[in-house]
């Protein structure tokens, strides 16, 4: 038995009276050596009780807190994850066909609509292109209230991005098809203000080369007693009396070029795709049952989005991959001051059926079977007075400003508007009050802010304006 200076160091004594009492040592040598060790023994058990508790207790607030396990997946019903699948760009498939458009998919009438969509050669004023209002870096739009070109327009530039998937273009859905769609505002007196003479000659003079490789010959427009600078049937009143002289074999002959200038816009047009946002890369790890993944989203932006599939029924109108039906609306938005009378899609139904371009006209390239929607066309001046075509919200926060003539200027605007669903002037309104909190119209806001992609255009080389 070792002496007591040879006794280990304990609770910082050697051996001393006082340390031996802090731990219960008796005065014998053999009592005290026991008594030493069933009382480190009982004060080891006491100091392992004690700290078990603590980490008990550490490990019980840890759990609660969520602290020490990797990120979790909302909860989402089966209905709630068949709508987010729906949502998801992945469920956009391709570009459907155009039969209305021989030159859809050339590669070749793209390059030369896309040279014909940047070029301001074809306005009266030399500075307004197709590009001009619909700015690639603004999802398309231009962020203005109403479109300027050469005058001032009564409605919003509309999104071009993926319109190849629509049935109706424009506002009030008064062309149905892309290339209808681009040759209207060419003949606008307030968007391009040309004519179908003077485009058909600009054409001839710096595009001739791509447009016969793709159309054919083209006519000589050398006389201007046969084709006057300025004539076409949409001009003013000049222009129209111009074009009501000329032969209608040289009408035709025109209005063939002006045709393929659209068709070859359309060309171009379609190849405007939008791209994954950060919603799409959260709808996928949340499909695909990737917890972490779906950390791209803060939790104001899923609540913004659960109250987007769920309570706040935006998917009634914004629904599919595009985040749109597709369809006409009235949802009570206040006419602009002192602007004329619009009744949207109540108009524009009655001028589709009789577009002089529209799916069944000489100049489409369809079959009548490929135009049933002409077949089932609704007109009903009444039911569709005020309803305007629910736009995408795919880069919705790069379009600002909103609806059909710019009439608010922040997402939070619109959100107050549905908020409260007030009629319009005709007393109108498809809409029911959300009754949203403002915290949840904070979270809706959020969640649009997460459908931004970058459109998809192809390089080309930039036009030459100076030949």
Same mark, same amino acid.
């Given at each position: 038995?070792?002496?007591?200076?040879?006794?280990?160091?304990?609770?910082?004594?050697?051996?001393?009276?006082?340390?031996?009492?802090?731990?219960?040592?008796?005065?014998?040598?053999?009592?005290?050596?026991?008594?030493?060790?069933?009382?480190?023994?009982?004060?080891?058990?006491?100091?392992?009780?004690?700290?078990?508790?603590?980490?008990?207790?550490?490990?019980?607030?840890?759990?609660?807190?969520?602290?020490?396990?990797?990120?979790?997946?909302?909860?989402?019903?089966?209905?709630?994850?068949?709508?987010?699948?729906?949502l998801a760009l992945s469920e956009l498939g391709p570009v459907p066909d155009d039969p209305t458009n021989r030159v859809a998919d050339d590669p070749a009438a793209a390059a030369?609509?896309?040279?014909? +969509?940047? *070029?301001?050669?074809?306005?009266?004023?030399?500075?307004?292109?197709? !590009?001009?209002?619909?700015?690639?870096?603004?999802?398309?739009? *231009?962020?203005?209230?109403?479109?300027?070109?050469?005058?001032?327009?009564?409605?919003? %530039?509309?999104?071009?991005?993926?319109?190849?998937?629509?049935?109706?273009?424009?506002?009030?859905?008064?062309?149905?098809?892309?290339?209808?769609?681009?040759?209207?505002?060419?003949?606008?007196?307030? @968007?391009?203000?040309?004519?179908?003479?003077?485009?058909?000659?600009?054409?001839?003079?710096?595009?001739?080369?791509?447009?016969?490789?793709?159309?054919?010959?083209?006519?000589?427009?050398?006389?201007?007693?046969?084709?006057?600078?300025?004539?076409?049937?949409?001009?003013?009143?000049?222009?129209?009396?111009?074009? !009501?002289?000329?032969?209608?074999?040289?009408?035709?002959?025109? %209005?063939?070029?002006?045709?393929?200038?659209? &068709?070859?816009?359309?060309?171009?047009?379609?190849?405007?795709?939008?791209?994954?946002?950060? +919603?799409?890369?959260?709808?996928?790890?949340?499909?695909?049952?990737?917890?972490?993944?779906? %950390?791209?989203?803060?939790?104001?932006?899923? $609540?913004?989005?659960?109250? +987007?599939?769920?309570?706040?029924?935006?998917? #009634?109108?914004?629904?599919?991959?595009?985040?749109?039906?597709? @369809?006409?609306?009235?949802?009570?938005?206040?006419?602009?001051?002192? $602007? $004329?009378?619009?009744? !949207?899609?109540?108009?524009?139904?009655?001028?589709?059926?009789?577009?002089?371009?529209?799916?069944?006209?000489?100049?489409?390239?369809?079959?009548?079977?490929?135009?049933?929607?002409?077949?089932?066309?609704?007109?009903?001046?009444?039911?569709?007075?005020?309803?305007? &075509?629910?736009?995408?919200?795919?880069?919705?926060?790069?379009?600002?400003?909103?609806?059909?003539?710019?009439?608010?200027?922040?997402?939070?605007?619109?959100?107050?508007?549905?908020?409260?669903?007030?009629?319009?002037?005709?007393?109108?309104? @498809?809409?029911?009050?959300?009754?949203?909190?403002?915290?949840?119209?904070?979270?809706?806001?959020? +969640?649009?802010? #997460?459908?931004?992609?970058?459109?998809?255009?192809?390089?080309?080389?930039?036009?030459? #304006?100076?030949?």
């Amino acid at each position: 038995m070792a002496s007591r200076s040879e006794r280990p160091v304990l609770g910082g004594t050697n051996g001393t009276e006082t340390g031996r009492a802090a731990y219960g040592e008796q005065s014998s040598d053999e009592e005290g050596v026991l008594g030493t060790r069933e009382s480190i023994g009982r004060s080891r058990r006491r100091a392992g009780l004690v700290a078990g508790g603590i980490l008990m207790i550490v490990l019980v607030v840890a759990l609660g807190l969520g602290v020490g396990r990797g990120p979790s997946l909302p909860e989402f019903s089966e209905e709630e994850l068949a709508t987010l699948r729906s949502l998801a760009l992945s469920e956009l498939g391709p570009v459907p066909d155009d039969p209305t458009n021989r030159v859809a998919d050339d590669p070749a009438a793209a390059a030369l609509g896309h040279d014909l +969509f940047f *070029d301001t050669r074809f306005s009266t004023n030399g500075s307004v292109a197709c !590009g001009t209002c619909h700015v690639p870096d603004l999802s398309f739009t *231009d962020g203005l209230p109403t479109g300027v070109g050469v005058g001032r327009m009564p409605r919003k %530039t509309m999104n071009l991005v993926a319109t190849a998937y629509d049935q109706w273009l424009f506002w009030d859905g008064r062309k149905d098809s892309q290339w209808a769609q681009a040759l209207a505002p060419l003949e606008s007196l307030v @968007e391009h203000g040309g004519t179908r003479t003077m485009y058909a000659r600009l054409v001839a003079e710096h595009y001739r080369e791509p447009y016969e490789a793709i159309f054919g010959p083209l006519p000589d427009f050398s006389d201007a007693t046969r084709f006057p600078g300025l004539a076409g049937p949409n001009g003013d009143a000049a222009a129209a009396a111009a074009w !009501g002289a000329m032969a209608p074999a040289d009408q035709d002959a025109v %209005t063939t070029v002006f045709v393929n200038m659209g &068709k070859a816009i359309a060309a171009f047009e379609r190849l405007l795709v939008p791209t994954p946002s950060r +919603f799409d890369a959260y709808a996928a790890a949340v499909l695909e049952g990737d917890a972490a993944g779906a %950390t791209v989203l803060s939790a104001d932006e899923v $609540a913004g989005l659960q109250l +987007f599939i769920g309570r706040a029924g935006c998917t #009634t109108c914004h629904r599919g991959p595009r985040f749109t039906n597709g @369809e006409f609306h009235n949802t009570g938005v206040p006419r602009v001051p002192n $602007a $004329a009378p619009d009744t !949207g899609r109540a108009a524009g139904a009655h001028l589709v059926l009789n577009d002089e371009f529209n799916c069944r006209s000489r100049w489409s390239d369809a079959q009548p079977p490929d135009c049933p929607h002409l077949d089932f066309l609704r007109i009903d001046d009444h039911g569709l007075a005020g309803m305007f &075509k629910a736009p995408t919200l795919r880069n919705v926060a790069l379009t600002a400003p909103y609806m059909d003539a710019g009439q608010f200027a922040t997402l939070d605007e619109v959100l107050a508007h549905y908020n409260t669903a007030p009629q319009d002037e005709l007393g109108h309104s @498809e809409l029911q009050p959300l009754g949203l909190t403002d915290a949840e119209l904070r979270q809706l806001v959020a +969640f649009l802010q #997460t459908l931004t992609g970058p459109a998809e255009m192809p390089d080309f080389p930039s036009p030459s #304006t100076e030949d």
